[in-house]
């Protein structure tokens, strides 16, 4: 199973430059939607392995990144490629909708 990286204001911008592609799941520790999407997000992790980086990061103790991307709602999960935004889900989604977004930037 794999697991999620836990992101934060200095390793951000390494973590999603990577050569393969990046979901990043903004959350919060008291946000009840966020509590939903986190076991989706740790699924993710695992069948993304090896394809995907996956990664967490708290929007409260890292508000720069928060900042630079406009993140105003929670959750919100951003893919990246090659360290660009590339998709944006705003909310809890169902597993099928995140998976189809990862998997359009998987080679």
Partial sequence: M????ELNDSN???VINSE???LVD???EWC??????????EELAGDY???AVVAKLNVDENPQV???????????????????????????????VLSQKLQAQVL
Avoid: Y
């Avoid at 794999?2 to 990286?5: A, D, E, F, R």
């Avoid at 009840?32 to 997000?41: A, D, E, N, T």
């Fill in 12 to 14: 951000f911008d390494s």
């Fill in 26 to 28: 903004f959350w919060a």
């Fill in 66 to 96: 928060t900042a630079r991307f406009g993140v105003r709602s929670i959750p919100t999960l951003l893919v990246f490629k090659n360290g660009q935004v590339v998709d944006k889900q705003v909310g809890a989604v169902p597993k099928s």
């Fill in 2 to 5: 794999g697991k999620t990286l």
């Fill in 20 to 22: 393969k592609p990046v």
């Fill in 49 to 51: 392995e090896g394809k």
């Fill in 32 to 41: 009840g939607p966020c509590k939903m999407i986190g076991p989706v997000v």
